[in-house]
Structure formats: C-alpha cells, structure tokens
C-alpha cells in the first residue's frame, strides 16, 4: 500500500506540505534550476515521471523518483501508472510492466476504462497470455464495472490458441459474451484456427455451425482455416466442400486485406501438406475470380511453393504468369533462381534458363544467388555460362567489379580449369579493373589445390616485385600449404623462415597450423615439433587446432605415448582444448586397440567437468563394436545418457552393423534379441 499519513485520535495533526529538492532525486538539466517543488504539486511530478519514460528512456529512474515521492506522501495518478507500464513495455521489460500494473491497481490506482484497455493491449505484447491473464481477473475482480474490449479479448485468445490450448481460449469466449460482448468473426475463426492447429476438426465445425446460428457471418479466412484443418487431418472431401464456400465468401466479402490473407493462408497449407498439383490448378482456373489481385495471387504461390522447396514448380507459376502478362517480383523470381541452383545438374540449367529470360524485364540476380550460381555451373564445367553470368552481373549499376570477379574465380577453383583463372585475370586488367589481394589470394589458392604450384609462385613472385599489389600473410600461408602438398618442404620452410620475415610480415597460427599439418602428412614428424617449439619461441599462442594437429599427428604415426605426454604437459594445462581435440586422442588410444583406456580418458574428462560432444562418444561405441565387446558398447550409450546426450544416427548405425555383423558370424536365432535397442 502507498504511505499516507494517518491522524491520531489524540492528537490532532496539522497537514503540512513537504518541499524537496529536485536534484535530490535525479539530475536533470531543464529543471536544474529549480530549489524546490511541492509534494502536492502532482501536475509537475506526473509531467516529470511522463518526460523521464519518454523523452529520456530512463524508466529506472522514473520508478526510482516515483519510490522517493512516495515515501514522502505522493500518491500515484493513473497518468503515472501509464507512464511507466508503457516505458517498461517498451523496454522489454514486460514481467516488470505486468507486476507494477498489478501493484498500481492493488494500491486503489485505477486508470480509466480506455486507459486499462490500452494497457492490456501493451501488456499482450509480451506474449505472454496466461500472465496478462492473471492481471486482467485481477482488474476485473477489483473494479468489476472494467470490461476488456474485444480486440483485447480475441487477441489473447490468439495466444493462448498459439501455445495450443484451444481449451481454455474457450472459456474465454464464454466470459466475454458473460460480460456482455458479442463475438465477432474473429472471435471464432480464431478459435477454430486453435482446434485445427491441434486436429480437433470436429470441435472447429461444431464452433463454425454455432457461429451461424448466433447470427455471426463467417468471412473468408474462417473458411480458409478450415479447409487447412482438412487438408491436415487429411479430409479431403470436407476441404473440397469448405472451398466451394471460401469462393463464394470471397465474393461477398469487401475486406481486400481478409480476403488476401484467406487466400495466402489457403496456398500456403496447401504446399505445406503437399497438395501442389491442386495449387497449380487454381493458378490456371482461378476459381477465386477478381477477388484476389492475380499478380498478388501467383506471388502468393511462387512464395509458398519456394518455403517448401518446389523450385521446378514455382518456375511454372512464373511461365503462367508471363503467358497472361504479368511480371513476377525480382525478389520471388530470386528466389527461385537461388533455390533452382542448388539443385544440381538440372536445377542450375534452369536456373540460367530463367536468368536469361529474366533479363528480358531487366532482372539481375542479388549477389548471394550469383555466387550460388556460377559455383553451381562451375560445378557442372559448363565455363561458358557461368562467364556469361558474370557479364550480366558487370552491367549491373553500382557493383564492385573487383568483387564480381573474386565470386567467379572462387567458382572456377570448383572446375579445376587453370587456364580460366589465367584467362580472369587479363580479362580484368584489359578492363581496367585491377585485381586485389583477395583476387590473387584465390588465384593462388586455385593453383595450389590444382597442384599447379610453379604458376602460384610465378603470381607471388609478380606480387613481391610490384606488378600487382603486395601479398599478405594469407598468400604466404597459401604458397606454404600448397608447396608442403606436393612434398616440397624446404622450399615451404624456406619461405616460412626467410622469406616472411624478409618482406615483414609474422606468421601466425593459421600460417603455423598449415606447415604442422603439411610436414606430419609428410610423415616428418619430429621436425612438426620442433617447428611447434619455435612457434611457441616466437610468441605466437597456438589454439585449439594446433593441438588437434598435433594429436592426431602424433597417433598416426605411432608415437601414440609422446600424444599422451603432450595432453598432460601441454594441452591440458594451457585449459586450450575442445571436442576436436577429445576425438582426436580417444581416437588415437582407440586404433591402438586399448578400449579400456579410451574409456577411462573419457569418463576422466567427464569427471573433470568437461562434457565431450557425441562424436567421443560415438568413436568408443565404434572401437567396442570392432572388439566384439557388445555389453561394453551399451554400456557407453548408457554413459552418454547420463550426461545429457541422446543417441545419434551415427551411433545406431555403428550398433546395427554391429548386430548385422554378428548375425552372419553367429545365424539370426542367436542373435535375434540384440535387435531391440536399448532403453535407459
């Protein structure tokens, strides 16, 4: 309760007015000014609290300011309690907001009724309907005259429908129309909308039948939300019949924005339970007439048919749309072109098809799905369209070329065409557009992979001699790993420890990471290490990769105690450590054949406070598997489900083919019942 003063039956008070100075609660420079203001002079306080919420988003301090006023005698005004519940909303302060409306209306500081219903409407927002709830009977038990409005009511009802209970959205219908509301077509299409979400058809059609008989007409999307509960429950017969209805309703109705959403509400249910030869039919009969715009209505399934990932057949609505004259939305027809060119040999091919045609409305595609699509037909060594596809994107207005060019050399890397990436090049400087240090990094890089590493070093050495711009650590990195690929490991060295340091520049552990793993592929083994040591010498912190490296590293060339060693003095020490590096020494101890160990390292990670990813795990399952030892094998699923992980595809694989191995070893009546798994 607020802190009034309470006269004595003794002593008769006198009331006095308090003043306080207002830098005593907060610092304010408008009001800096001012020595002192009244406790009673409740218009200032309310215009301070309403400017501190708004003008200054320091709701904290107006409920700081407010707390002070009260412990001086100030009582609350509803403008108050408005004030603050809209700051805190705003906030996302929504628990706060809820308990201090809550609080205000327990302390007799009962707004309007305009004013409640603007404060539940804000309160909703949080979406959080069984607390709104909450409040929203506690108003109605302490002023029983206040009734929620019924835009209000149908939007918690929504809530709680989303949370799937349908159920106690009823009741709530009932309370309204107890307080002397009338449902409107909302009210009930969106209960309907609730038992549909959670398949009680029957329950829907017993609410549509009830609307009509209290005189409620429904509209469009009530229609379309039942025939979707048809379509989901499967009842074809019934959403055929409700879909004669939403035609006719449409008809009637004047509401452009109900009527769109029926439809794309009716579509979009229709491609989510794969009903996609009957939308291909409303795009070429219309049924819906001139109720729905028809370029909003193709866009409508060029969109649903793309979310379900039906390329080929949004391509198809595009061709019935150009037949009859319209142009599709350059972001539906993106899409498609993206989608198709993820596909695959076909997908691609179409993808270009539709570019082409594209370009005919003067549609280019975003940067994203032009990269998706060179790479694509670069996947397909079909070079020629994939340039052509450049082209078009270098007409583009306000494009950076150099980044263009970079996208489609990345793409030509996936051909394996070293010639082309030659060919790039002088195509960019005949142009006029000078290459980066991402364009020669990714041509380096693309002879390195192709094993082409003399061209690679001819375009370093034109970088360092000033033909074109300087290398960075990253075309050094590159040049090292491709070298050390093909085996030329004091040339990499050589640039490693020479050369970098000579143009200034520091390897770091990306650069280090990349001569570890090439010399342990090489089998040179003791010189990794030592190239480690240094790098530990020069001050460069090695991370979790360096170790995996050298773990892994270590254990596939049988120095499997040395990788032990190096966990204990190195890695577990330096608290740098993560499932790459769990897998690969469990791994290790594993191909050595002691299961038994493999098992104690992890059950020790586990009891260090480390929680290992299934991939440990899945890694002993296979090695018991490979022994022969099924009780063991199971015994490390039930393990894993202790500490909060579920099996896999991966791992019920291992175990079935355990199982299956064993059945040809042993006959399948002896093993019949390690079919069944295990449940713990």
Known sequence: MFLTSLPSTKTPITPKTLTIPLTFFFTHSSSGHLDQISIDNTPYWTKTIHHLCTRHRNVDQALHLLDRLRLRGYRPVPLNLTSIVHALCDSHRFDEAHHRFAHFIHSDCFPDQRTCNVIIARLLDSQTPHTTLNVLRLLSHLKPDFVASLVNYNRLMDQLCSLRRPTEAHTLLFDMMSRGHCPNAVSYTTLINGYCGIGELSHAHKLFDEMCERGVAPNSMTCSVLISGGLRKRDIRGAVEMMGKLWEAMKGEDDTLVKNAAFSNLIESMCREGYFHEVFGIAEDRPQGESVNEEFAYGQMIDSLCKAGR??????????MRRRGFIPRVTSYNCIVHGLSKEGEGGVMRAYQLLEEGIE???????????VLVEGLCQESDIDKAWQVLQYMLRKERVD????????????????NTTELLNVLVSMLQTECQPDVITLNTVVNGFCKMGRVEEALKVLDDMMTGKFCVPNV???TTIINGLLNVGRTQEALYILHDVMPQKGFRPNVVTYNAVLRGLFKLDQGKQAMEIFNGMVTEGVAADSTTYTIIIDGLCESDQLEEAKRFWDDVIWPSQIHDNFVYAAIIKGICHSGNFDEACHFLYELVDSGVSPNIFSYNIVIDTACKLGLKKEAYEVVREMKRNGLSPDSVTWRILDKFHGNARKEFGDDEDSQSRSRPHG
């Open 401 to 416: 070329k150099t980044r263009l060019y970079n996208i489609y050399l990345r793409a030509l890397c996936l051909a394996n």
């Open 311 to 320: 390329y080929h057949g949004a391509s198809r609505i595009v061709y019935i």
């Open 474 to 476: 990253v075309t050094f």
């Open 361 to 371: 409305f003067r549609y280019l595609p975003s940067e994203y799905t032009y990269k």
